[in-house]
């Protein structure tokens, strides 16, 4: 079974930046990022493939978060610049299931065998 450990959350102040890690036991499909904020819905943020490097980013972080990964190392990185209180969530990475993943529209969503148990971000006014 695939397991996921995301680390490199905390509290920072609006504008800062972050880096999360994501580190896989062994290879998979995708990769993923969501995050889920108290009371609010699950959010699909960034997605790459494990093995092209290809990447998908949701509207709503466009410009301002970019994933990439080390494939020696078995991770995936999401760096988050320009943070806003508004950004506030638990950060999650996920593995998909297949290698044909279309994130158009909530697709991002679903699809996902394993999943990290989040690392809380948390930024301030």
């Known amino acids: 079974q695939v397991q996921l450990v995301e680390s490199g959350g905390g509290l920072v102040q609006a504008g800062e930046s972050l880096r999360l890690s994501c580190t896989a036991s062994?290879?998979?499909?995708?990769i993923g990022w969501l995050r889920q904020a108290p009371g609010k819905e699950r959010e699909f943020l960034a997605a790459?493939?494990?093995?092209?490097?290809?990447?998908y980013y949701s509207d709503s972080v466009k410009g301002r978060f970019t994933i990439s990964r080390d494939a020696a190392k078995n991770t995936v990185y999401l760096q988050m610049n320009s943070l806003k209180p508004g950004d506030t969530a638990t950060y999650y990475c996920?593995?998909?299931?297949?290698?044909?993943?279309?994130?158009?529209?909530?697709?991002?969503?679903?699809?996902?065998?394993?999943w990290g148990k989040g690392t809380l971000v948390t930024v301030s006014s």
């Open positions: 996920a593995a998909y299931g297949n290698p044909y993943m279309d994130y158009s529209g909530n697709g991002g969503l679903y699809g996902m065998d394993y």
């Open positions: 790459i493939s494990w093995s092209s490097g290809s990447t």
């Open positions: 062994e290879d998979t499909y995708d």
